[in-house]
């Protein structure tokens, strides 16, 4: 859209009855960053339906080429705040990688993502899943069905490699909790070795999320963790099996979040509660009338200024349906969730979550108390901002006051045994006492010294 065509949008809106109020801005121009995955939608549809505009807000829209572009554009400034994967802004936070204080008022979504291998691996897995009533692969599958598979790779010789997007992606710790779940070693990272295949059964490098199906399709890799719509995507090229989604591994799991660094939020506060007021109505849009508006969410995602991908493809996940094997299509209506279950609240338990994987890992190098998730996700995650902007909206008339948690001490309610693959529960007020309970991954005061664990 041109500035002027902006401005006539900007008047047209004026006349309109539920014209947001106009908050002072800082700064009116913004570039936004994004990866070209189906979760930036809310900034995709912000835009697209003039909710940045309604707040007096310029935006421009800039596809990256990998999660590290993307960050390095947030910290230098070129971008204004991106679409990030939710252990972007911590890691950076507390120096895993890039040192820079990011934070995030706004979370994209919930679920999202899958596990896809391919054809031939799915081939040698299948035998090992059982079936349902219907003679199709019972739901969840374990990666227990995966683990002689590897051990079949190994004896031969042939390492199991395996993509994930970035080294503190969602899609990382959910492949490395599957594959953990199901008794396969997904490897350690130390301070020396930033591989994170020390010890490691099935070998997890580093993919960019629409490189993943031809990746796959030429053997480099025999599976991967990716969000959509590039594991259904797999599916329409005939390369390989979706086996199993986030959703199923952790029900209503955190995805991405909104960052932005901590001197853009303190030196245009205004700004940035109108920006995350306009996500939140992007949001809302996204999920209202049991998800009504999908169908125009794939059209506006489909083009290729946005994820470029076959509509077909995108919508096979971002309408309430998930396709594995080929023709085995079943209903996920929260595959995609973007407002329900409080998508949108950037919660601290969330953040906790995030933080207990890269200690589980090694990331983390050294124990931590647990007085100190707390404070790092406290100073990431900024539910404050988040509700001044729902309230606004709510004295607008642009939201519901019930759809918002303004009591909430930023913590949910535990996630129990049921919704998550391995049958334990996870607490976001005690992480030490979360990791002591997983059975793979370092706990207490161990740490990783050359390719061994000590401690």
């Given at each position: 859209m041109t500035r002027i065509s902006a401005i006539l949008a900007t008047t047209t809106l004026l006349a309109s009855p539920a014209m947001a109020e106009m908050l002072p801005l800082e700064k009116d121009e913004l570039t936004f960053g994004f990866i070209k995955l189906t979760d930036m939608a809310p900034l995709a549809v912000a835009?697209?339906?003039g909710y940045f505009m309604d707040e007096g807000l310029f935006v421009t829209l800039e596809?990256?080429?990998n999660w590290k572009v993307l960050l390095d554009g947030v910290i230098d400034g070129q971008l204004d705040g991106a679409h990030m994967l939710a252990g972007q802004p911590l890691?950076?936070?507390?120096g895993y990688g890039t040192q820079a204080h990011i934070v995030t008022p706004f979370s994209m979504d919930l679920n999202g993502n899958g596990i896809t291998v391919s054809n031939e691996v799915w081939a040698e897995m299948k035998p090992n899943v059982p079936t349902d009533a219907e003679g199709r692969p019972a739901h969840p599958i374990s990666a227990s069905a995966l683990k002689p598979v590897i051990e079949s790779y190994r004896a031969e010789g042939k390492p199991f490699n395996m993509g994930m997007v970035f080294p503190v992606s969602t899609h990382n710790y959910e492949l490395r909790y599957w594959l953990?779940?199901?008794?396969?070693?997904?490897?350690?990272y130390s301070e020396q070795n930033t591989t994170g295949q020390i010890g490691a059964e099935a070998l997890l490098s580093v993919t960019p999320p629409p490189q993943m199906p031809a990746t796959l399709e030429a053997g480099t890799i025999y599976g991967y963790a990716v969000g959509e719509p590039w594991n259904q995507q797999a599916v329409a090229m005939g390369i390989g099996v979706p086996v199993i989604t986030d959703y199923e591994l952790w029900k209503n799991n955190p995805e991405k979040v909104f960052g932005l660094t901590?001197?853009?939020?303190e030196d245009n506060p205004n700004t940035t509660i109108a920006l995350t007021k306009a996500l939140i109505r992007a949001a809302i849009w996204l999920d209202e009338n049991d998800n009504a508006n999908r169908e125009e969410a794939v059209e506006i995602l489909s083009r290729p200024d946005y994820v470029g991908a076959d509509a077909e493809v995108i919508a096979a996940s971002m309408t309430g349906t998930f396709e594995y094997e080929k023709g085995d299509v079943r209903e996920v209506p929260d595959f995609n969730t973007f407002f329900r279950h409080h998508a949108t609240y950037p919660f601290y338990s969330d953040a906790v979550w995030?933080?207990?994987q890269m200690r589980r890992w090694g990331q983390i190098a050294e124990a931590k108390p647990d007085g100190w998730y707390d404070e790092v996700a406290r100073s990431v995650y900024k539910p404050e901002i988040y509700l001044?902007?729902?309230?606004?909206?709510?004295?607008?008339?642009?939201?519901d006051e019930a759809d918002f948690p303004w009591d909430s001490d930023g913590y949910k309610a535990?996630?129990?045994?049921?919704?998550?693959i391995d049958g334990i529960p996870y607490d976001g007020r005690a992480p030490n006492a979360y990791l002591d309970s997983l059975p793979i991954g370092l706990k207490g005061d161990q740490t990783v010294v050359g390719s061994e664990i000590q401690g």
């Open positions: 835009y697209e339906q596809a990256q080429a890691a950076a936070t507390i953990a779940a199901g008794g396969i070693e997904p490897g350690y901590a001197e853009f939020v995030y933080l207990t001044e902007a729902a309230r606004m909206l709510v004295d607008e008339g642009l939201a535990p996630t129990p045994a049921a919704d998550i």
